[in-house]
């Protein structure tokens, strides 16, 4: 055995576990080892968030221009985040609350039909972007339950007579979790708002939330089981 295989076969454990078919469990496998490193471990080169923010919007164009190349070799429908770039108050707060500067100031995604053509779009992003992390949101989902593909690239900067790499995020989603994400986020929106109001959350704005957090899992956890009915329930050549 390769000193990689145990981690390829938890991997591939994992994977099927949570409803892949093997053959798409074999491509997450893959991607998982090329890129071990972890999204959440990474700091940008720059450590000042003021020229960081300014880094983002300063390479907003040349990623937004790489996404849609991307979106033309996988046949999906790619966006950059709303605004382009994170909202300055938003950046900051993230920052204050993590102790770091979010590798998501400059996020885009591809949105894809298919878990067949969102894992094929996962190959040819490795070509077209400096991947430095990546983390299978299909096999390791989020508390929420929504799942997709988060890629961290590196992007080049010179200016100042100075190069540095600036982190960005690009997902790739299957265009139901994409639908079902956008509905959803208002559930994240109302607990900023309920926050904002006091700071802290009295007894009726817990079991609110409480219900709504149960009402995003649910309904995650229904789509994803459809999912797997309709696309995945035989595997499929890679």
């Given at each position: 055995m390769t000193p990689?295989?145990?981690?390829?076969?938890?991997?591939?454990?994992?994977?099927?576990?949570e409803g892949l078919s093997s053959a798409l469990a074999q491509k997450s496998a893959h991607l998982?080892?090329?890129?071990?490193?972890?999204p959440g471990s990474l700091s940008h080169d720059l450590r000042d968030f003021v020229q960081v923010y300014a880094q983002a919007r300063r390479l907003?164009?040349?990623?937004?221009?790489d996404l849609l190349l991307l979106e033309s070799l996988c046949g999906g429908k790619s966006s950059l985040r709303p605004g382009g770039v994170k909202s300055l108050e938003r950046s900051l707060t993230k920052a204050e609350q993590r102790g770091i500067i979010p590798t998501d100031l400059l996020a885009g995604k591809v949105v894809m039909?298919?878990?067949?053509?969102v894992y094929?779009?996962?190959?040819?992003?490795?070509?077209q972007f400096s991947v430095v992390a990546f983390l299978d949101r299909f096999v390791s989902p989020m508390k929420s339950g929504y799942r997709d593909l988060q890629f961290i690239v590196a992007l080049e900067d010179e200016y100042g007579g100075q190069r540095s790499y600036h982190l960005a995020e690009v997902k790739i989603v299957h265009e139901d979790f994409d639908v079902l994400d956008r509905?959803?986020?208002r559930i994240y929106e109302i607990n900023r708002e309920l926050a904002g109001e006091s700071g802290s959350f009295g007894r009726i704005e817990t079991m609110f939330l409480d219900?709504?957090?149960?009402?995003?899992?649910?309904?995650?956890?229904?789509?994803?089981?459809?999912?797997?009915?309709?696309?995945?329930?035989?595997?499929t050549p890679s």
């Open positions: 990689s295989s145990p981690r390829l076969q938890n991997h591939l454990t994992r994977a099927l576990e998982a080892l090329e890129h071990p490193v972890f907003r164009a040349g990623f937004e221009a039909n298919s878990m067949q053509d094929h779009c996962a190959g040819l992003l490795e070509g509905h959803e986020h219900e709504l957090r149960t009402l995003s899992q649910t309904l995650y956890g229904k789509l994803w089981t459809h999912i797997q009915s309709s696309e995945l329930s035989e595997d």
